[in-house]
């Protein structure tokens, strides 16, 4: 809007409308209908804007409409007049009804310690959190400033939803993408659960799926064959693997766990194969295989075809060198070294493996060790 300064000839002095002076003789300013028209629509506007309905005997409509206008912006905007937990915020000019998509802003009196509602004036509401629940306390604090949204088909029969308060803790939809926000509870619901003996294992609420790892139980070493004959051959190394499996929470999965295999206990005696371990009938380690007593030394027992090392094969007697003959190594594990074969120089005893799943060592002149058991590992996290 501006005066009328393109239009000639309508008498305006210094861009400004002037009166008549009949004594200087000088006319007074024409006002074009244009323009009268156009500074008449432009107050119009205001006033319906306004809502109001344009009255040519009310002088007072475009005050009335700038301060409704100016009052809408400021509308979304109160302070809260409730107690804990329930939040009144009452706003100026009241609210009629509630509108989807409306957003409204509070500062609140109280920290929230449960679940809560809101009232704008039309009545309780509930209020809840950004996932969709009941707030549990800590989202909305003193002081805040509260944004919420009123959504008629959330909760069921229509909810503020709390957009954000600041310096207090927000409520997320558990993530399931990459760069989703997570949880504090799919960060409790993850762990694990080590088995070195036989048992069971139940699947946390939520869970549906676990990470597995498994290790055979490992062979035992075998006897030496006799006072002339070769060392016993080292037991085998037991299977080592981690595979994921579905399951189902609440259910109940029985866990074995492979014992290792028994040293050969006498002369020419082989070893034990050591036990598989299991998780159910979803994932398995094969144990491995005892060491054999021969007396041109014994052979190694058959390590487990999922990375478990072969025992090693016992020596042999020889009478102009009787310091060459010993028991075969324990096959090593993915978890340790095999045990030491004995050694006839010093009446070494055959040892047992360093780690889970490991083979024993043969005997030399004496009984072969005892294979290392296995193990389950479940890991699991929402």
Not at 201 to 210: D, E, N, S
Request: glycine content about 24%.
């Amino acid at each position: 809007m501006d005066y009328p300064i393109s239009v000639p000839s309508i008498g305006l002095v210094g861009g400004k409308f002037v009166d008549e002076d009949p004594l200087a003789g000088t006319p007074g300013s024409l006002i074009p209908s244009a323009w009268g028209n156009a500074v008449t629509d432009e107050v119009l506007n205001v006033v319906r804007a306004a809502a109001l309905v344009p009255s040519e005997g009310d002088l007072s409509q475009l005050l009335k409409a700038i301060r409704i206008i100016g009052q809408a912006a400021a509308a979304s905007y109160a302070v809260d007049e409730g107690v804990v937990n329930s939040y009144v915020a009452l706003y100026t000019p009241a609210l009629t009804t509630r509108i989807n998509g409306r957003v409204l802003r509070f500062k609140a009196a109280h920290t929230n310690t449960d679940t809560c509602t809101f009232n704008e004036g039309l009545g309780l509401a509930n209020l809840i959190g950004l996932g969709g629940a009941s707030l549990q306390g800590g989202e909305i604090v003193a002081g805040g400033i509260c944004t919420v949204v009123w959504n008629s088909t959330a909760f069921g029969a229509g909810a503020y939803v709390l957009l954000s308060c600041d310096s207090g803790a927000q409520q997320l939809t558990p993530g399931t993408k990459s760069r989703h926000g997570v949880t504090l509870a799919q960060l409790q619901n993850q762990g694990s659960q080590m088995f070195t003996a036989n048992g069971s294992f139940v699947v946390p609420a939520g869970i549906t799926k676990c990470f597995i790892t498994l290790c055979g139980g490992g062979g035992g070493g075998a006897a030496y064959f006799d006072t002339t004959g070769g060392g016993g051959g080292g037991g085998g190394a037991g299977a080592g693997l981690k595979i994921p499996v579905a399951v189902t929470p609440g259910a109940t999965i029985a866990v074995t766990v492979g014992s290792g295999g028994a040293g050969g206990p006498s002369v020419g005696a082989p070893g034990a194969a050591g036990g598989a371990s299991s998780f159910g009938g979803l994932a398995s380690a094969a144990g491995g295989g005892g060491g054999t007593s021969a007396g041109s030394g014994g052979g190694g027992g058959a390590g487990s075809a999922v990375n478990g090392a072969p025992g090693g094969i016992g020596q042999a007697y020889n009478a102009p060198s009787i310091t060459s003959e010993q028991g075969g190594m324990g096959g090593a594990s993915l978890f340790g070294g095999g045990g030491f074969g004995g050694i006839r120089q010093g009446a070494t005893g055959a040892t047992v493996g360093s780690g889970f799943g490991t083979g024993g060592g043969g005997g030399c002149r004496n009984v072969g060790a005892l294979g290392r058991p296995g193990f389950v590992l479940v890991e699991w996290m929402q």
